[in-house]
């Protein structure tokens, strides 16, 4: 059971360029979500997923698109990187089992994300 | 829209006690979590309140007041590796089976011999 993957750990991109972060998790979790933290901001909803083919955005999606095609992977793509993209992305699922339950969410490692 | 907040950092003594506080203003309010962060890692769930009330695990303990829109984390007996950031986030109910998790920016705690 390995839980939450992302891949990859670094990247460096330059401007303009594109490029997809991927997330995998093998808990047949129906939520998924991506963040980005940067320093003293926290972290903050990219977009989120309550099953395949269902998305929907959070609170910073502008840049990003994602697709949830299966219940295991949901991939962000980043259409035309910035400097302003510069963060730490974390991928998280959890199991959506109710309103009054913890529904803990799981994270993955972090991508470590550089735009020059 | 919503806000959290939270210090930004606090630092305590090895076997003592700490309160980590976090205030919250939501719509929707479904449940109160607690993430513990350790630089360069990603954060671990710690605890859960949905209810008004005291929520123990172990060493730490978690409080909710709801009409105050209110919680703390109790961190007790300190020990070294208790220094992390701790991340208040709420939870937002947006109907048809879907939330958002809301982040508060984390306070970073030290803890010092």
């Known amino acids: 059971n390995a839980g939450v993957t992302q891949t990859p750990k670094f990247q460096v991109l330059k401007t303009g360029q594109s490029m997809t972060l991927q997330c995998a998790q093998d808990m047949n979790h129906e939520y998924m979500s991506w963040y980005r933290q940067d320093p003293g901001m926290g972290l903050r909803l990219i977009h989120y997923?309550?099953?395949?083919?269902?998305?929907d955005q959070g609170e910073v999606p502008n840049g990003y698109n994602v697709s949830r095609s299966t219940t295991e992977d949901f991939p962000l793509r980043l259409l035309s990187a910035a400097p302003s993209q510069t963060s730490v992305y974390f991928c998280?699922?959890?199991?959506?089992?109710?309103?009054?339950?913890?529904?803990?969410?799981?994270f993955g490692p972090g991508t470590r994300l550089t735009v020059l | 829209g919503q806000n959290i907040d939270q210090p930004t950092e606090m630092t305590a003594t090895e076997g003592a006690i700490v309160q980590i506080n976090c205030t919250y203003q939501?719509?929707?309010?479904?449940?109160l979590f607690w993430y513990q962060q350790h630089a360069g890692e990603a954060p671990t769930f710690l605890s859960y309140n949905v209810l008004d009330g005291l929520e123990e695990k172990g060493r730490f303990s978690s409080f909710l007041s709801r009409s105050k829109g209110y919680s703390y984390l109790l961190l007790k007996e300190l020990q070294m590796k208790d220094s992390a950031s701790y991340l208040c986030a709420v939870r937002r109910y947006s109907g048809a089976g879907s939330y958002q998790l809301t982040f508060g920016k984390g306070t970073k705690l030290s803890v010092i011999p």
């Open positions: 997923s309550v099953g395949a083919g269902i998305t």
């Open positions: 939501t719509s929707g309010f479904n449940g």
């Open positions: 998280a699922s959890s199991p959506l089992e109710g309103a009054f339950i913890p529904d803990e969410q799981f």
